[in-house]
């Protein structure tokens, strides 16, 4: 099951989340868990733009990986949030998340050198073309 939840629920249900920039952006940000069997599994987390929506992160615990999990987050967003040009970034070493994305739709637009400090990014879209601010709005070095 997959329901809507609170930054602070997020904090608290995967304590030991790693990534640095999983904050509270603006009220734009929106955040769903995977429910199953009673215990929270997995998250996607979301900046609604208004004609543009931006995947800020998909993250599976571990040991729940590469059971699709991260593939019915993402299409539960594509389903709940129509009439939207998608966008993210993802690590270019991270095939499994590329591949999902692939699936999903979408493609590589460009690369941002040194996103993740010492690693790139694809910036990857899916819906037609995005506003190019969007493409600067997470670009910290």
């Keep these: 099951m997959i329901k809507e939840v609170s930054y602070n629920d997020i904090l608290s249900l995967f304590k030991d989340y790693k990534e640095d920039y999983i904050i509270s952006m603006s009220n734009n940000s929106k955040y769903y868990a995977y429910e199953l069997n009673n215990k929270y599994i997995g998250f996607i987390c979301i900046l609604d733009l208004d004609t543009e929506l931006e995947i800020i992160d998909v993250f599976i615990e ?23 040009n998608y966008f993210l970034e993802v690590n270019v070493n991270n095939e499994r998340a590329i591949n999902l994305y692939k699936k999903n ?37």
Excluded at 62 to 84: S, T
Excluded at 111 to 139: F, P, Q
Aim: hydrophobic share 25%.
């Design 62 to 84: 571990p040991k729940y990986q590469g059971n699709g999990y991260g593939d019915k987050l993402l299409k539960y967003i594509l389903d709940n949030y129509k009439n939207r």
């Design 105 to 141: 739709g979408f493609e590589i637009l460009t690369i941002r050198k040194h996103y993740y400090k010492d690693e790139d990014a694809y910036v990857m879209s899916k819906g037609g073309e995005i506003h190019e601010w969007c493409l600067y709005t997470r670009n910290w070095k």
